[in-house]
């Protein structure tokens, strides 16, 4: 008998032959192991997924930072340039702002519900 | 634990392999772990994934002040536990009264289910029936071997009570045995 099993049996006041006995048989059942296990190939297949998650990442960090890029040089462009938005399609964009931050808002907005279904319906294929 | 720091060291310097020595050092801990807290087969192996992710992604935050494997298995039973809540699966919470216990034991059709050949396997179906705390208390204890204050760390109580729920849950299997086994067959 174990010794942790003698001494669940000693604290258990009811503790007779009956209840040593059933103890043997809940303490030969907690050794066993659960029916489920991983399978061979989880630790290349979780490797793989870390890996794919520190590119994705990256990649975002890059988008950033050409995101970022773009935005300073527009502005350095238009320092230097003295550039100003009075012709043509500009001349448009700039009085009818409020409908150009709507479509952006939109396509966002479009983008995001589209992300969202389409994790859903990886969640829950068929 | 020294292992552990040349490990950690390797894993947060992007070596993958170490990364993969880590999961395969750990992967049983967590399969008891979600095997036993998550009743749904199709939702175990995602969470055992998510769990080593988020490991690899928190690793840089490890401090060493326990072992490696005590903080993978605080993990594990936080997203066990996360997931359960998420789904609205209900938490059988540690109900001390005797109305639970005898509700426990009394649980159940002795000669149905005895037609079951296997009694261990009819013990792991009572083990499965147990709150979420008693089932992690003994999984760790029992099948992964972690000390009483390693176990009051991952769940988060003091020793005292892990000790308590050590006693109580395996004393509620016994009665449960009892009652399915009858005097006879356990003489």
Known sequence: ?126 | MTDDRALVSQITNGDMQAFRLLIKQHERLVAHMIGRLIDQAEDRKELCQDVFLKVYEKLGEFNFQSRLSTWIATIAYRHAINHLRKRKIEIHNIDESEGFQNQFVSDGNPEQELAEKDTGNLVMKFIEQLPAQYKAVLTLYHLDGLTYPEIGEVLNMPEGTVKNYLFRARQLLKEKVKRYFGKEELL
Not at chain 1, 25 to 43: G, Q
Not at chain 1, 91 to 97: Q, V
């Open chain 1, 1 to 126: 008998m174990t010794k942790d099993l003698q001494q669940q049996a000693a604290f258990d006041k009811t503790g007779n032959h009956e209840d040593v006995e059933a103890y043997k048989k809940v303490f030969a059942a907690l050794k066993r192991e659960p029916s489920f296990s991983v399978n061979h190939s989880f630790a290349d297949e979780v490797v793989s997924l870390a890996q794919k998650k520190t590119e994705t990442y990256r990649d975002g960090l890059w988008l950033g930072l050409g995101i970022a890029l773009l935005v300073i040089g527009a502005i350095v462009t238009i320092v230097l340039t003295g550039f100003k938005i009075e012709l043509g399609i500009f001349k448009f964009l700039s009085s009818s702002y409020r409908l150009i931050i709507f479509a952006i808002a939109f396509i966002l907005a479009l983008h995001w519900v589209d992300r969202k279904m389409l994790k859903q319906k990886d969640f829950f294929p068929g």
